[in-house]
């Protein structure tokens, strides 16, 4: 008999030992897991998730620990409410009852260790959040300081850039003028070669297509062009011969000269009326038609002049490709003769502003969009500051009528680089200001 109470109290022994060697541990784990986790989230996590993760693994553990408790008091608990004593004989008595809840204590410190174990579990995955959370942040300072050594590496070479630029506009010289003086020099002369090599140029060459174009439009060209010729000879020798009477006041008085000038508009003027009819048939009798005189008359033809006082298909050719709406033809060749009179003096300076915009529109300074173009346009707007209205609007004419500017054309097209800040009065042709337009079509 006392050899089976031995082995029975071994078994019941055992299985508690067995169930407690596997519980101690455990509880050990997550208590040191608790400490070390709520440690890390004091830095991490905000306060409220902490609060709320920390109640739900005490009440888990507490659980756990109470149905722990209960399983490891049960046979005592017994003893006591049956007035057992603790002597070998009192379990030897209680043999079969002990049987039945030595079974019942185990099945509940297995469901114990089971709880614990989930508790573990849910502690782990926490922690293994906590680190994501700490891998992300790391990442997410390490990608501020790549973005803050990019902006002072960009900073560094964009500013000694716009150092190295008025360096190069102060070593510009064009004929006696230097730097900025210089840039409006190439200006003023951009203006006068159009408005006389180039329109000397295009005077002949429209002359030379009226002689081979269509003969009726010829014919009404020369003989208003001869009409013309003789009322300025008609003007002219009244000037000559007119001597302004002086009034009381000792002023000349000019009403004779007004009234002969109106008569001449009006069509009343009686001398001049039988010159033009003279003329007329002179040029029907002897020019009409003849090929040398009408060369001979078409050198007489100065177009400009012409637009005030001919009408004629020729003259409304004039007046609109040359003035009102000027080909792009015309003013690319204007402004490329120029550039290559002065390019050993110019060219590295719109090559250098060229790498600049550049450098900007290639540098990615934010993955938003927005921000990104928000970033570009104010260094733009740094390196805009630096140049004065002069250099813009002959970087302007170098961007849209040079060859060689096609590429910066490219890299300034939808950046509103000019912005408002060309002086339209100062556009040598009149529709400069719709070429500005084709470079912010989005605009």
């Known amino acids: 008999m006392f050899i089976q109470f031995i082995e029975q109290k071994r078994k019941i022994e055992g299985s508690v030992a067995v169930q407690c060697s596997e519980i101690i541990p455990i509880t050990m784990k997550l208590v040191i897991g608790i400490i070390g986790k709520s440690r890390r989230r004091g830095k991490i996590l905000e306060p409220n998730n902490d609060n709320k993760n920390k109640k739900k693994e005490f009440w888990i553990i507490l659980v756990g620990a109470i149905i722990a408790g209960v399983a490891i008091s049960v046979p005592f608990l017994i003893m006591f409410f049956t007035k057992h004593s603790f002597k070998l004989s009192s379990f030897n008595e209680l043999g079969v009852v002990g049987d039945f809840f030595g079974g019942t204590t185990v099945g509940l410190l297995s469901l114990s260790s089971i709880i614990f174990v989930t508790a573990a579990i849910i502690m782990q995955k926490e922690e293994l959040e906590l680190q994501r959370i700490e891998v992300r942040k790391t990442r997410e300072e390490y990608e501020i300081t790549n973005r803050t050594m990019k902006r002072q590496q960009f900073e560094t070479t964009f500013f000694n850039m716009i150092n190295l630029h008025h360096n190069i506009l102060n070593e510009i010289k064009v004929e006696s003028s230097i730097g900025r003086d210089a840039i409006k020099h190439m200006y003023i002369n951009l203006e006068y070669s159009y408005f006389n090599h180039v329109y000397k140029k295009y005077n002949e060459d429209l002359k ?98 012409a637009v005030k006082n001919i009408s004629n298909e020729y003259v409304n050719i004039f007046k609109e490709n040359f003035i009102n709406n000027p080909l792009k033809e015309l003013k690319t060749y204007t402004y490329e003769g120029i550039y290559k009179e002065n390019e050993n003096s110019i060219g590295h300076y719109y090559r250098n502003l060229y790498r600049l915009i550049k450098l900007i529109q290639s540098e990615t300074f934010d993955t938003n969009k927005e921000v990104n173009e928000y970033e570009k346009r104010k260094y733009r707007g740094i390196l805009r500051a630096q140049l004065s209205s002069f250099e813009l609007l002959m970087i302007f004419y170098n961007v849209v009528y040079s060859e060689k500017g096609g590429k910066f054309k490219e890299i300034l097209i939808n950046t509103n680089f000019f912005d408002d800040h060309l002086i339209t009065e100062d556009f040598i042709w009149k529709n400069d200001i719709e070429e500005l337009a084709k470079l912010d079509p989005a605009n």
């Open 208 to 305: 030379k297509e009226a002689l081979t174009g269509d003969k009726m439009l010829l014919d009404d060209l020369v003989e208003k062009v001869f009409i013309d010729s003789n009322l300025s000879e008609y003007k002219d020798e009244f000037k000559r011969y007119f001597s302004p009477p002086i009034d009381e006041n000792g002023y000349h008085d000019l009403s004779e000269s007004d009234k002969f000038f109106h008569s001449l508009e009006n069509g009343t003027n009686e001398g001049w009326n039988r010159k033009k009819e003279e003329a007329l048939k002179f040029f029907e009798e002897h020019i009409k038609g003849n090929t040398i005189m009408y060369k001979s008359e078409l050198e007489k033809l100065d177009f400009k002049r």
